[in-house]
């Protein structure tokens, strides 16, 4: 196992993420492709740090760096925050208007 | 106190006269007739009697001149002063214009009485009396600018005064567009003059520099001519002569105090305190004084046919106006200021008595008056004395005076002496015709059929100012350029008073000043000429028709100026071009612009269709096509 067959595997994910940020029509899907692209970002974090000389893997190092992990703790703090910002902002727009579909729930142009 | 704390004290009573009658008119709901009229009269009245003080002193001294200033802005070494300068010249202006102001103003007191407009009528004639005093004594060109404008302004108020009426509108608007023309001219002048340096806007300065030849002569003769142009159109001469006439649609006393006796004087006023350039520049003064000399016999035709009492006597101001043109360019300084000095105490006199005389009439147009000697006896003497004066029969004032004018007319050229003359004869005539049309002959019934017997002389207050106006008419030319020494008095004092300026000449010599029999006594008979030619073609019936259509069209000027130029030349012609221009070209350029931003725009609009997931691939492009152009250019082996 190498650091690029990770980051393959953290792009792979960032994609799937994006494409669904863009194609899914439920708002509730698109919020999961973001939680899926956060987590892309959190494995690469955790990747280069785990590989990185001095890193978990390293043989001599008498210092450990864990900063990628703790970079990985944090935005998956932030994710569970975001994802229950997100489910209210949802809750809100259905009350609004009776559907979650992304395509209907922001007017900018006037009525 | 000294003269020049006096001068403030001259300046500022009418200026406060004007805040208060203001103040209390604008921002209050007081009734301030009791209080504006007899503000105005008493303040100026006073202002009058120093300035009398102060000249008595000046002449029996040997008064030179004073000045101060102080400085009032600067930008770097450009700097602009305030100051006073008051030489012989100032002093016989600010005694002129205090002197008939005031008994204008009491006169008004009558006038005026019914008039709504009474307190605004007093608010504007203080405020036109301080403008004319800070005119005179103004010693930086740029201050006397300033009160050059509010004169103007002030003339533009009056003559509008009765603002609901169409023609009084016109003719104020008229006035104001006609003397802007000369204006515009001044203030080039001046801007010139600042251009060769700040110090020579202060006159005493520009004095200086003249005569120890610091200016080339090619920059002098344009500062000349433009100042001659500002002067042309205050004064109204030739070519910007028609607004005055038209200015009658103003009070008569306002005509009387404006446009004849003061406001018009501050032309001949600047070309006398530019005399100095004026005088050095050959070309400048032949301009002046064949301007003048046109002017003088041009105005006068005009007057022989107008049927206008008030018209008359407009075109008879402009004539007079054109000899002290006339003089001054022929380098008479004296003479001018002289023939200035009489001629305001007895046209003002005569517009009094114009105005007397429509008060009983209720009409300016002489066809309809006739017959009014037995009925208006002091209107009747008092104008008559003027009108002798004007003509200039010895020894009322108008003959010294303009004695004096001929006389250096003759000194310098035959051909502006002979207009000069010819211009005597016109005088005679047309002042008569005036004489004989109100006075003389049967009643003609006035505007609306009056009765004889309803006509009455007018109120006291009218009459009085009217009868002291008279002495000066009468006797001030004998008095102030007598050809021998009277007790106290010495012959020709006040043209020696005033070449005895060190300022304006200062290589001045004393010199005896000869009074010029022969010019007096032909002067004096084309003048009683003029008299019996007017009175034989009243008798008689000779019509000259094609000349009368002529002057009574004035020369078809108001034709050519307000047909011709303005309604065909500039409003279709010079218009349509602008026009054709700014549709073609102007409305084209901008209505393709916008209309080109709006289809780029309209392609764009598509993607801004608030759909959020089509706003976010835009995103990813975005950034796909940054981030792939930063590696493209660095696989391409940029750095």
């Not at chain 2, 010599?509 to 034989?536: R, T």
Request: hydrophobic share 50%; charged share 10%.
């Amino acid at each position: 196992m190498t650091l690029s067959n990770v980051l393959i595997v953290s792009a792979i994910i960032f994609v799937i993420g994006l494409l669904g940020t863009i194609s899914k029509k439920s708002t509730v899907l698109v919020i999961m492709s973001l939680e899926l692209m956060f987590n892309a970002a959190a494995l690469s974090f955790v990747a280069f740090s785990r590989f990185a000389p001095g890193g978990l893997l390293g043989v001599e190092s008498a210092s450990r760096v864990l900063s990628g992990q703790v970079m990985a703790i944090f935005i998956i703090a932030i994710g569970a925050a975001e994802a229950a910002l997100a489910l209210s902002l949802v809750i809100a727009i259905y009350r609004e208007k009776s559907s979650i579909e992304i395509t209907n729930s922001i007017d900018i142009k006037e009525a | 106190m000294t003269n020049n704390e006096l001068i403030w004290i001259i300046f500022l009573l009418p200026l406060s006269s004007f805040l208060i009658n203001g103040t209390l008119l604008t921002f209050t709901k007081f009734n301030t007739k009791s209080i504006s009229g007899p503000l105005n009269v008493l303040t100026i009245g006073f202002s009058f009697l120093i300035c009398l003080f102060i000249l008595i002193n000046g002449i029996g001294s040997s008064f030179d001149y004073q000045s101060g200033s102080f400085q009032w802005f600067s930008f770097g070494i450009f700097e602009i002063t305030m100051g006073i300068l008051l030489d012989p010249l100032t002093l016989i202006m600010i005694t002129v214009v205090t002197g008939i102001s005031f008994l204008i103003q009491i006169y008004s007191l009558a006038y005026m009485e019914h008039d709504e407009g009474y307190s605004r009528y007093f608010t504007y004639m203080a405020l036109f009396t301080t403008s004319m005093l800070g005119l005179v004594f103004s010693k930086n060109l740029i201050q006397m600018f300033i009160f050059w404008e509010l004169v103007g302004a002030t003339s533009y108020l009056l003559i509008g005064f009765w603002f609901k009426k169409q023609s009084a509108i016109k003719a104020a608007k008229k006035a104001f567009l006609m003397t802007r023309i000369g204006d515009f001219g001044l203030i080039i002048g001046i801007l010139l003059i600042a251009k060769q340096g700040s110090q020579y806007l202060d006159i005493t300065q520009f004095y200086l520099a003249v005569q120890n030849g610091i200016f080339t002569t090619e920059i002098l003769t344009l500062i000349g001519l433009l100042f001659v142009v500002g002067a042309i159109g205050k004064s109204a001469q030739f070519p910007l002569h028609n607004w005055l006439p038209d200015a009658m649609e103003g009070p008569t006393p306002v005509s009387a105090l404006l446009h004849s006796a003061t406001m018009v004087t501050a032309g001949v006023f600047l070309i006398a305190r530019m005399f100095p350039l004026i005088s050095a520049i050959e070309i400048v003064s032949s301009t002046v004084a064949y301007i003048g000399g046109f002017t003088l016999i041009f105005a006068a035709t005009m007057a022989l046919v107008s049927n206008d009492i008030k018209r008359v006597l407009a075109y008879s101001s402009i004539s007079q106006l054109g000899y002290m043109f006339l003089a001054l360019g022929s380098g008479a300084y004296g003479a001018a200021i002289l023939h200035l000095f009489t001629h305001a105490w007895f046209k003002a006199l005569l517009f009094l008595g114009a105005g007397s005389v429509g008060h009983a009439v209720h009409t300016f147009d002489m066809t309809k008056m006739g017959g009014l000697k037995d009925h208006m006896k002091y209107t009747y003497w008092t104008m008559m004395l003027a009108a002798i004066s004007l003509i200039g029969i010895f020894p009322f004032s108008g003959f010294w005076s303009k004695d004096e004018v001929l006389l250096g007319a003759s000194k310098d050229s035959n051909i502006l002496f002979l207009m000069g003359l010819f211009g005597v004869i016109l005088t005679g005539f047309y002042m008569t015709r005036m004489m004989l049309m109100t006075f003389f002959g049967d009643f003609k019934g006035g505007e609306s059929g009056l009765e004889v017997k309803s006509l009455h002389e007018s109120p006291k207050f009218m009459i009085y100012p009217m009868i002291l106006l008279a002495v000066p008419s009468v006797l001030i030319g004998f008095i102030v350029s007598s050809p021998i020494n009277l007790g106290g008095i010495d012959k020709h004092l006040m043209v020696s008073f005033l070449d005895h300026n060190k300022l304006v000449f200062p290589d001045y010599h004393h010199h005896e000043i000869k009074f010029n029999f022969m010019i007096a006594i032909v002067s004096s008979l084309l003048a009683i000429s003029g008299i019996i030619i007017a009175i034989f073609t009243s008798r008689s019936n000779i019509n000259f028709k094609f000349i009368r259509k002529i002057l009574t069209n004035k020369y078809y000027l108001d034709y050519l100026y307000e047909e011709v130029i303005t309604e065909n030349l500039f409003y279709k012609r010079f218009i349509k071009l602008l026009d054709f221009f700014e549709t073609n070209f102007i409305d084209k350029a901008s209505h393709s612009l916008s209309s080109s931003i709006r289809w780029v725009s309209n392609k764009f609009a598509i993607t801004q269709n608030g759909q959020l997931q089509i706003q976010s691939i835009t995103f990813f492009l975005g950034l796909v096509i940054i981030i792939s152009g930063y590696f493209s250019w660095l696989l391409l082996g940029g750095n």
